[in-house]
Antibody, heavy 119, light 109 residues
């Protein structure tokens, strides 16, 4: 059974930093690209970032470019999102998502971790 | 950035009826680079359709997708109370960002 478990969500002040983690199991982790998608409370979905299966390439939404960094450790079956210069508008549930083999569609999602940016 | 516009915002139907949800792209995304997700309250999204018309694993054939270029449709036949959810479309054409539509809320009364 595929499982994605996010952790690291907390309350942080504007300008602060945070690292989210996503532990994967139930599939061959280093065969698949991985992504982060966020959802502000009561709002829609926003793709945040994605990383290739080998970590060689990453992409970001314009809203987080230069502030967030995605990475992965295939020996630990984990993907990470390093967040810095946090803003109140970054407040959201952050979901880790596994991409299908072809195309950036997300066939498995974690339960999400809540990041609250507030003073 | 490709913008996806979903309509209607809210759809209220009765069990057994058919739902038709629309997703329009601000530019061509070809014939296959569109996915649909279902999100129930308090849960993460679930992939329903990829490639505009292919059902994901375990999705019943009551759910079907169609369309191409800029106009896409998700149809749900024989509605059940458990189909109450918010439905999102998402494109994955070309380079990121892989944007989502704003969602359609489906209510089954």
């Amino acid at each position: 059974e595929v499982q994605l478990v996010e952790s690291g969500g907390v309350v942080v002040q504007p300008g602060g930093s945070l690292r989210l983690s996503c532990a994967a199991s139930g599939f061959t982790f280093d065969d698949y690209n991985m992504h982060w998608v966020r959802q502000a409370p009561g709002q829609g979905l926003e793709w945040v970032s994605g990383i290739t299966w080998d970590g060689s390439s990453a992409d970001y939404a314009d809203s987080v470019k230069g502030r967030f960094t995605i990475s992965r450790d295939n020996s630990e079956d984990s993907v990470y999102l390093q967040m810095s210069s946090l803003r109140t508008e970054d407040t959201a549930f952050y979901y880790c998502a596994k991409a299908r083999r072809v195309g950036a569609t997300f066939d498995y999602w974690g339960q999400g971790t809540l990041v609250t940016v507030s003073s | 950035e490709i913008v996806l516009t979903q309509s209607p915002g809210t759809l209220s139907l009765s069990p057994g009826e058919r739902a038709t949800l629309s997703c329009k792209a601000s530019q061509s995304i070809g014939s296959r680079y569109l996915a649909w997700y279902q999100q129930k309250r308090g849960q993460p999204p679930r992939l329903l359709i990829y490639g505009a018309s292919s059902r994901a694993t375990g999705i019943p054939d009551r759910f079907s997708g169609s369309g191409s270029v800029t106009e896409f449709t998700l149809s749900i036949s024989r509605l059940e109370p458990e189909d109450s959810a918010v439905y999102y479309c998402q494109h994955y054409y070309g380079s990121p960002p892989y944007t989502f539509g704003q969602g359609t809320k489906l209510e089954i009364k």
